[in-house]
Every structure is written in C-alpha cells, then in structure tokens.
C-alpha cells in the first residue's frame, strides 16, 4: 500500500499517470498511456478526433474508471480516492456551464456558496478582476460573448482554488481573440501554481501555452517534451537561404503520419 496522502502530496508530481488501459467494447483506446506534470505547469494534450484525449481526462476527473494502471491527482488515487481527487481538481468542459440568467458576478457568488464559501462577494469581485470581467460583472451573462463565457466559465472552476485544473478544449469555437483571452488567463493560473492539463486540436494553442506536449495516438504517448525537444525531433528543414525551423504542426503530422505508415506496412 502507499504511504499517506500528505507524503505522497509533497513528493509526486500533481498528476501522475501510468499504464493507463481503457476499452469501449472492443476498441482499445487506451493502450498504456504514462503521463507526469510538474507543479504549476501547464501540459497539452494534442491527438486527432477519437485519439483518447478526453477518455484520459473523464478517468483523472474520476467520471470514468481505467480498465488497467494508475493514476493519481494531487496525490490520490483516481480509483481509491475519488472523492479526495474530486476536491482537489476542477474540470471544464468545452460546453460554458455558466447560468444565462444571471450576471457573471452572481453565477460567481452562486457556486461560492454552493461551495460554503466564507466572503462569497469578495471570492466573486477578485474573480471578475483576474478575468477581466469588471466591467460586465453585472451584465447578465446572456449578453457575454464566446469568450467572456469562457474566461468566466474558467473563473467559476477556480473557486476553492483547487490545486489541479482540467481543461478540455477550451478555446473550441472561440475567435482567436477570446483564444488570446482565454489563454493569458490560463498562463495566469500555472504562475499562481495551479497545475493545467489542457487538450486541445490547436497546435498553436500548445505550442503558446504549454510548458510540456504530449501526442496521443493510437492509444499511447508517443512523443512527451518541452515544445523545443519535439521540434528537434525533426531534422531543420534544408533550406537554401534562410533556416526555417519546423512547426509544431509539422512535428504532429510527421509523427503521426509516421506511426500510421510504418503501421499500415
Ligand atoms: N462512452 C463511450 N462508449 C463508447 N465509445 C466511446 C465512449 N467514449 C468515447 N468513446 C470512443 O473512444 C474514442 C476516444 O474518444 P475521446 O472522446 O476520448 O476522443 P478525443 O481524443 O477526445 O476526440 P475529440 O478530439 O473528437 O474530442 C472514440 O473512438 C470514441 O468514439
Ligand atoms: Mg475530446
């Protein structure tokens, strides 16, 4: 058995995973999936459709049980601690859970009461200020745009401050300005020391925001770096005058067209 949670908090990294397995029937989309974050850091998740990406993050939100492996969140067992992982962790859709009705400053107080919050104004007011949403905190949310949505969707999971935060796809369908938005605010919580585990489709996305990148593909990681270690993954294109270096998306494309080839032969 494991040492206490409170050992095991100081010495793991926040989000510890290894020989991840899941199948629906008989599709294998999880074949072994290891993964580590560092605290305070923020890790992308890239994979095409149907790669897995949000199967890994319903197991580490604890909304779905791994058929074999571990996983362990800010030091708990996804499957033995669920409840502890659940306090320790908020999760955001790429659906805004945000109550239309009201303004952004009420769905704000709202789940800090749900959560029996002491101060529940004030937990909203600096809310609305780290998100940059003042202004419109008293608007009802029908009148916000995509990406007000999405900045107060973000704001109304950090209340209780959990330590690990998941982000499916935040910036889906957002123009790249809410985008910009969306991902200041994002790189605003890493410095604050909350621990990020984002997927997403957008290449630029994680080569902006994450300190770490990992591909999913065909039910395993199969590259895990810093952005600059996946780039030199690939020979510097030949190039007459100029060295241009190679993209993120070209990485992603030469990785998991490679793997398919070689796969197909
Ligand atoms: N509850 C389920 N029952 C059956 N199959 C499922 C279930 N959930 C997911 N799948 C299948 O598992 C695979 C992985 O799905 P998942 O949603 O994790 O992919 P994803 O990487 O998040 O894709 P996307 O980029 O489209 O969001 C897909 O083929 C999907 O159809
Ligand atoms: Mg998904």
Same mark, same amino acid.
């Given at each position: 058995?494991?040492?206490?949670?409170?050992?095991?908090?100081?010495?793991?990294?926040?989000?510890?995973?290894?020989?991840l397995e899941k199948s629906? #029937?008989? !599709?294998k989309?999880l074949?072994?999936?290891?993964?580590?974050?560092?605290?305070?850091?923020? &890790?992308?998740?890239?994979?095409?459709?149907?790669?897995?990406?949000?199967?890994?993050?319903?197991?580490?939100?604890? +909304? /779905?049980k791994a058929d074999a492996g571990?996983?362990?969140?800010?030091? &708990?067992?996804?499957?033995?601690?669920?409840?502890?992982?659940?306090?320790?962790?908020? !999760?955001?859709?790429?659906?805004?859970?945000?109550?239309?009705? +009201?303004?952004?400053? *009420?769905? =704000?107080? @709202?789940?800090? #009461?749900?959560?029996? /919050? #002491?101060?529940?104004?004030? %937990?909203?007011?600096?809310? +609305?200020?780290? &998100?940059?949403?003042?202004?419109?905190?008293?608007?009802?949310?029908?009148?916000?745009?995509?990406?007000?949505?999405?900045? !107060?969707?973000?704001?109304?999971?950090? %209340?209780?401050?959990?330590?690990?935060? &998941? !982000?499916?796809?935040?910036?889906?369908? /957002?123009?790249?300005?809410?985008? %910009?938005?969306?991902?200041?605010?994002?790189?605003? @919580?890493?410095?604050?020391?909350?621990?990020?585990? =984002?997927?997403?489709?957008? @290449?630029?996305?994680?080569?902006?925001?994450?300190?770490?990148?990992?591909?999913?593909?065909?039910?395993? %990681?199969?590259?895990?770096?810093?952005?600059?270690?996946?780039?030199?993954?690939?020979?510097?294109?030949?190039?007459?005058?100029?060295?241009?270096?190679?993209? =993120?998306?070209?990485?992603?494309?030469?990785?998991?067209?490679?793997?398919?080839?070689? *796969?197909?032969?």
């Open positions: 058995m494991s040492t206490s949670p409170t050992t095991d908090q100081v010495e793991q990294p926040p989000i510890h995973v290894q020989g629906f #029937k008989q !599709l989309v074949r072994g999936v290891d993964i580590d974050v560092a605290r305070g850091s923020i &890790f992308a998740l890239l994979g095409s459709n149907g790669a897995g990406k949000t199967t890994v993050v319903k197991i580490l939100s604890t +909304l /779905l571990t996983a362990r969140v800010n030091g &708990f067992d996804v499957a033995a601690q669920a409840a502890r992982v659940r306090e320790s962790i908020s !999760l955001t859709g790429q659906f805004a859970a945000v109550d239309e009705v +009201l303004s952004g400053r *009420e769905n =704000l107080v @709202l789940v800090a #009461k749900l959560r029996h /919050l #002491k101060a529940p104004g004030t %937990i909203a007011d600096d809310l +609305l200020k780290r &998100f940059s949403l003042t202004e419109a905190g008293t608007r009802r949310v029908a009148t916000y745009s995509g990406g007000m949505r999405r900045r !107060l969707d973000i704001a109304m999971s950090l %209340i209780g401050e959990p330590p690990v935060i &998941f !982000l499916d796809e935040p910036t889906t369908g /957002l123009d790249p300005e809410a985008r %910009i938005e969306v991902w200041q605010a994002v790189k605003e @919580l890493a410095k604050g020391g909350t621990t990020v585990l =984002l997927t997403t489709q957008y @290449l630029d996305e994680a080569e902006q925001l994450a300190d770490r990148i990992a591909i999913l593909h065909e039910g395993r %990681i199969i590259v895990d770096g810093t952005l600059d270690e996946l780039k030199r993954l690939l020979p510097p294109a030949e190039v007459e005058y100029v060295e241009k270096q190679p993209t =993120l998306e070209d990485v992603f494309l030469t990785l998991v067209g490679a793997k398919t080839e070689k *796969e197909q032969r």
